[in-house]
């Protein structure tokens, strides 16, 4: 394989960087693990180089760890770090999906209302990784209509540090994702008549900042593992 350059090494690049993004955020690669250049590029068919390019972006975005004569590790959870992201997401996404609340359609928060009728069923099979999957693409579609380029580059660069978590506390917090699925439902609700951009804002500001309580909680040891914990007085 020869250097990557120009279209073909940017698409290589890209394969990389998604199937090592994939791997670290479906738990097939766990925290604290070595993510070997050859072997990826092995695996891929391609050469190191956008490999090493993609772990290099994966770095920057807080998944992965470079340490000399170590070589690049799966990032391992670190809770102030993480909590830190997301109070910034909170506040960005707030924002992000009051700017694009006046470009949504009564078609589009239809297709939500359904899409969160899935949510609901798939907390009640306890399949969090579907609630999982449809929760992330109910708030992209929400935020990715703001119309603000700076800002959607902002969010997908926090959203990318933060799955990797909150994929892994769902399961030990199933409470908070049947709470999520209700906040929806108002938020819709907000959507569907109109209300004041600065309403939303607050709104799904608060719905974000109740996902980070409920992680701290989790993380202090408020909650038995795999017991769930009521999140009182929401």
Not at 123 to 149: E, I, M, P
Not at 178 to 193: G, N, Y
Request: hydrophobic share 40%.
């Amino acid at each position: 394989m020869g250097k990557s350059t120009g279209a073909t090494g940017g698409a290589k690049y890209r394969e990389a960087y998604r199937s090592i993004q994939e791997r670290i955020l479906q738990g097939d690669l766990l925290p604290g693990q070595r993510v070997t250049i050859e072997v990826v590029a092995r695996e891929l068919g391609m050469s190191p180089t956008p490999v090493r390019e993609a772990l290099r972006q994966l770095e920057a975005e807080g998944l992965v760890v470079y340490r000399p004569h170590a070589g690049a590790r799966v990032a391992e959870v670190d809770s102030d770090a993480y909590a830190e992201v997301l109070s910034v997401r909170a506040v960005l996404e707030a924002w992000a999906t009051a700017l694009a609340a006046p470009r949504l359609g009564e078609a589009t928060v239809a297709r939500l209302r359904e899409l969160n009728r899935h949510m609901r069923e798939a907390v009640r099979r306890q399949d969090l990784a579907t609630f999982d999957r449809l929760n992330r693409r109910l708030h992209r579609t929400l935020y990715r209509r703001c119309g603000h380029r700076l800002l959607l580059e902002l969010l997908e660069g926090l959203r990318a540090r933060t799955d990797l978590v909150r994929r892994s506390i769902f399961p030990f917090i199933p409470d908070r994702a049947a709470q999520s699925v209700d906040e929806h439902d108002h938020l819709l609700d907000l959507l569907e008549r109109r209300a004041p951009e600065q309403e939303v804002e607050v709104f799904v500001r608060q719905h974000k900042l109740r996902t980070l309580e409920a992680y701290l909680r989790w993380a202090r040891g408020g909650f038995p593992v795999g017991a769930g914990g009521k999140d009182r007085g929401r």
